[in-house]
């Protein structure tokens, strides 16, 4: 009998490759806020990237067709009065983008189907709740309009989109800043990762932790954790000595980790993004001219080292691509959006294989972009897996539905009011100045404005929507 010394993996030979130069988007002024996100959110038709702006904060949003030099006078989406620090695509339309800011803000907004034509101003909706700056946006995985949020405040928030309304706010359970947040896979439970050095599994809607790890990387610098699809953690961080540490958790035992690695010293803080239909979890440290790929599986010591991808650039953020977005024909299992200072730079991540033939082993049933539950159904309490596409020819994106926000209309209570008491009674309102609904499925917008003084106006204008 002999031993096998080299463990057997179809992705160990896995290589990155950047694309050409020409296939770059050149002369991007990267935004340089202190601030540890990807900075870039990308989906099978955009790439979004924020970017340095005067007055505000802005992100561009580019079609993937948009390479070469990006001219400075390219429209960008810039409604924030504050730099944006984190931005993410809805994933069940191509065409919203939640974003969050030092504003206190987080905004919604639709991009039309071919790009932007001039600068957008106006987001969908406005959510309001948080008093300090948003870091953190994250779009539930299988609920339509279901979007948490998590500010400096140490609050995590829970939004249905489609009323504009905060659903659930959990304030006493983080005692400092939260460095990440993440759901799982039917989007049943939350992770957090705290300044206090804390992991926390949270169940949203009963408004508990489940579970939680004190000193889980015992370092100072912001850790990061994720969920696995079969449950488990995953968390960044850093040991006493400021090594770099990844390590791996069960939920329902965490006094000791599955399995932990230690790196390297540097202090970037790594970024995990994970594919969770090949269980390859890629790691991305801001500052780093590296990506590391490690693939998970139930054999010790569960987490396997893979490759390395070297450049000479350090980056400054990262985009991932769904699978939704690859190229199937040429064996792509995942695709970066590396940002440099004034560049972002795609790289392939491909399995070499011979043949022409579609890899099934290599594409599994991926998520599609079609909830499995609505809004009203997730917050009443059920659950529901992704529903899963087939990429064996090539994925075929369905029309996306416009995003609609349904807000309480404050005109059908003043009309109450003035049949009840008559003209002659009308006292201001210190709330009347307030944009109802905006209709985005048809031509035309209609906006209601209703004035301190109890005057009513009607614009009209085409739908940028």
Known sequence: MFRRVVRQSKFRHVFGQPVKNDQCYDDIRVSRVTWDSAFCAVNPKFVAIIIEASGGGAFLVLPLSKTGRIDKSYPTVCGHTGPVLDIDWCPHNDQVIASGSEDCNIMVWQIPENGLITALEEPVVVLKGHSKRVGIISWHPTARNVLLSAGCDNQVIVWDVSTGEAMITLEDMHPDVIFSACWNRNGSLICTACKDKTIRVIDPRKETIVAEKEKAHEGARPMRAIFLSDGNVFTTGFSRMSERQLALWNPESMDEPISVHEMDTSNGVLLPFYDPDTNVVYLCGKGDSSIRYFEITDEAPFVHYLSTYTTKEPQRGMGYMSKRGLDV?????????????????????????????????????????????????????????????????????GKNRDLKVVKKNILDNKAKNTEKTGPATKTASPTASIVSCICLSGCFSVRVCVSVSGCVSFLHYPSVF
């Open 329 to 397: 024909n040429k064996c792509e299992i995942a695709r970066f959006y590396k940002l440099q200072e004034r560049k972002c730079e795609p790289i392939i991540m491909t399995v070499p294989r011979k043949s022409d033939l579609f890899q099934d082993d290599l594409y599994p049933d991926t998520a599609g972009p079609d909830p499995a539950l609505e809004a009203e159904d997730w917050f009443e309490g059920k659950n529901g897996d992704p529903i899963l596409v087939s990429l064996k020819n090539g994925y075929v994106p």
